[in-house]
């Protein structure tokens, strides 16, 4: 932490005056190396996007494929050891998004995990959708969706979600990890301590995992995460069905990631199919 020191009281106005007119400017280069030095020394360079050097989309490594072609073709996936968020309106394409995310990371051989916060994962869906199961860790909680008729109660399952992916971080060997709070209640979500995320991003770092936050509105990401805000494409004719049958959503992703002095906003489009 850089803290300035109080300039005495007994120094005179006319002795400051002449003093700093005499003294050279300091070059702005010299402050700003200064300042990335005392950065790296508390281990908070990684905070600044100029610092983290470029990801390979075609790096199993460096990323986690979703299974979903148009998503890869164009980033090549999620980045592994970062904080990710999808987010998106109810029926929007965030289950959809995530199943794929499951089947392909189980696919690869790799361990998953899902908190579930409000108990709304569908085992039978992700099955249907190509999810290995006997590979997914499933973490059952329960949030009421009115927070007005239980706030304390909402407050203390989602801290008690926020303990358990906290303690899947620090396990570690899971390849994806999703914490899904699509459904609660925006007041629960507000009064989380804003550190909370600080201190998710800082155990994901480093990791092989994949680690996304699920929500209705944007959460937290890391330097080098990506939020992808997922929005319907309707057809032309406004069908979503055909005839009784639901034929599928096509999904518009829209891309953000901050990345080396430029704002990256990428638009995908891909379709759910109903089975």
Partial sequence: MLVAERPSLTSSVSADRSSSSARPARPARADRAALLATLAAKRLDRTLTTALPPVDPSDALAVGATAVPAFDASLGGFPRGQLSEIVGARSSGRTSLLMQMLAAATARGELA??????DRFDPASALAAGVDLDRVLWIRGQVMSHPAAARDTNQKALEQAVKALSLVLQAGNFGLVAFDVGEAPAD???????TTWLRVQRMVEGQQAVCVLIGAGPMARSAAGLTVNLTIARPADGRLFDGRLFTGLKVEARVIRARAHRHEDVSVRFETKST
């Fill in 113 to 118: 995990a899902v908190v579930d916060a409000l």
């Fill in 188 to 194: 629960a979500l507000r009064r989380l301590p804003f």
